[in-house]
Every structure is written in structure tokens, then in C-alpha cells.
């Protein structure tokens, strides 16, 4: 049976797999939820310790995931296509090298940066109104940063307020 889909065919490419990201964008509830969650685990599991591995880790995927979004939006009609996901993992990732590590950082970090992409807040908004990849990655990397750094600074205030 043909594929009709134009986001699923986008899957026998390797841009495209990443642009929907390994697939979590075809989730029919919340692609962007599941895309950050599968976004965390891998994190979790491939990304190295060490703060400057984490960044070019983050740097290196941003790099792939701008090629992805640029190759899919070529190929579907959409400014920013539900099924594109690939900025919600480049977001994540973004949220997890600044939030404190462990399941509590991590588990903040996710909790707002999903809040943030969800309700886009000024100046998050804004960046949405960049051209072709530039508004789709762009927000997600905001909402991600600042996710990521009002964690860390949550946790730097109650580190200090206890005395450590």
C-alpha cells in the first residue's frame, strides 16, 4: 500500500527521520510532547557528562537539526508542519545543558520548556515570525534556554537559602 502521508515518506531519508524526529512527530497526541520526552531519554542516555561535551553535543545536533527542518519544509506545504519535530529535540536539549542535572532538574526543565512552547510567550513569540527554518527552530531554542536557566537559577536560589 502507497504511502500517502507526504510527512511519513519523509522517514526514508536520513533529514527527514531527524526533522521528524526518529518518528515521535507522527504521534497522533501531542507530537511535540513526545518528541521532548524521547528527546530527555536520549539525552539522558547518549549525551556525555562533561558541560563542554554537552554543548557541542547541542551545538553539532542544532547544526543537523537546521539541515533537517530546511529539508522537510522544502518537501511539505506547511510553515511549520505539526509533524516536524526536530526543534522540539534541539529545545530539550537546549532546556537539559543549562537545568541542573538529575530526574528534579531534568523533570523542571521539561515541565516548563513544554509550558514556554506551548504558550509563547514575548519575546519566545517573535522568533516564530522568522523565515523558513530560522522561525521554527528559533522559538523552540528560546523557550529551551530560558527553561534551562529558570531552573538553574531556582536551584542556585534554594542552594543558597540552605545554607550551601
Known sequence: MPETDPARRLLRHPLGLIALGFGTGLSPLAPGTAASLAAWAAWSLLVPAEPGLR???????????????????????????????????????????????????????????????????????????????????ADDLAAGLAAGGAVAVFAAWLHGLQGG
Request: glycine fraction near 10%; avoid cysteine; charged fraction near 15%.
Open 55 to 137: 554543548l557541542a553535543s547541542l551545538l553539532g545536533f542544532g547544526l543537523l537539526a537546521w539541515a533537517a527542518v530546511r529539508f522537510a519544509l522544502r518537501r511539505l506545504s506547511a510553515a511549520d508542519p505539526r509533524a516536524v519535530v526536530a526543534d522540539e529535540w534541539l529545545g530539550m536539549g537546549s532546556a537539559l545543558v543549562v537545568a541542573p542535572p538529575g530526574l528534579v532538574g531534568e523533570g523542571a526543565a521539561f515541565a516548563l520548556y513544554r509550558l514556554l512552547d506551548v504558550l509563547k510567550p514575548w519575546p519566545i513569540s517573535r522568533l516564530e515570525r522568522l523565515p523558513g527554518a530560522a522561525g521554527v527552530i
